[in-house]
């Protein structure tokens, strides 16, 4: 065999695998195309049985044309999504980090500087008024004892008379209640109401609070009332009925002893002795 021989073979073999893998690929692109036609004839709506006419005939590029654009649809459908959620994210991140500004941002100068200058201020009143007080009671001592008369002195000691401040002595019963009220109602021990204790422990057990309980309390105290009730109602409605079958039991009695005697009459004949049957 000759070598053009060789190659025209060769030539011929390669363009029947090319043609071969042509066919191929144009059937599984019919196969596809078939696929969507079956499935934008299924989506549209099916004829009714009333309409005698055949359904119109649809061509092959129409109903390729509309597969593909419901797949255009789709696609942009999708993107519009993907975009509005990007925008969603994009928007959130903007304001977790405009929030996170505001709470790092410190405050301005002028208010820091305000605030130093009102205590300040606080502080000069209140050593002011301090100086002032104290002042006022140096001056008063100073007039008692320019008020006071003359010392009495003496071999050995001086007799000075005392401020009536000094001389008055509090009685024991102020004293007492003065006690009484520093150990129960002082800085020592932490007076509160029942409402706060017992919410305050109600927490600490892991409860329910104050408010819920009495409140379940009440529908509960409401919830027995209801079935004392009811039962106090249904316990009289039987016994009335238990009386009452008790008298229709009495009643039935009676009325078989009133037949009996009543059979035993006719049996025995009238009142006057005569026997009915020796008259016949």
Do not use: C
């Amino acid at each position: 065999m000759t070598k053009t021989n060789f190659g025209t073979k060769l030539v011929q073999e390669s363009s029947t695998f090319s043609s071969e893998r042509e066919r191929r690929a144009n059937m599984t692109a019919m196969e596809e195309l078939h696929e969507q036609k079956q499935e934008v004839e299924e989506t549209e709506e099916v004829p009714s049985d009333s309409d005698d006419e055949a359904p119109e005939d649809v061509s092959f590029t129409k109903s390729r044309q509309v597969a593909l654009q419901a797949m255009k649809e789709a696609i942009k459908e999708t993107k519009k999504s993907e975009d509005a959620a990007k925008e969603k994210r994009k928007k959130k991140d903007e304001l977790f980090k405009q929030q996170k500004k505001q709470k790092i941002q410190p405050l301005p100068l002028d208010v820091l500087k305000e605030v130093e200058a009102a205590r300040t201020r606080e502080l000069e009143m209140k050593t002011q008024l301090k100086q002032q007080k104290l002042e006022t009671k140096a001056s008063q001592a100073v007039k008692r004892r320019k008020n006071k008369p003359a010392r009495a002195v003496g071999e050995g000691y001086e007799a000075v008379v005392l401020d009536e401040e000094v001389q008055k002595t509090r009685p024991k019963s102020e004293t007492a209640a003065q006690f009484l009220q520093n150990q129960l109602y002082g800085t020592r021990i932490r007076r509160e109401p029942v409402g706060t204790s017992l919410a305050a422990q109600n927490k600490h057990n892991h409860k329910p609070a104050v408010h819920f309980t009495v409140q379940e309390e009440k529908e509960q105290k409401k919830t027995n009332k209801k079935k004392k009730k009811d039962s106090q109602y249904w316990m009289k409605k039987r016994q009335f009925k238990k009386e009452r079958r008790v008298k229709e039991a009495i009643e039935r009695k009676l009325l078989l002893k009133m037949e009996k005697r009543a059979q035993r009459k006719k049996l025995r004949g009238p009142a006057d002795g005569i026997d009915p049957l020796k008259e016949l």
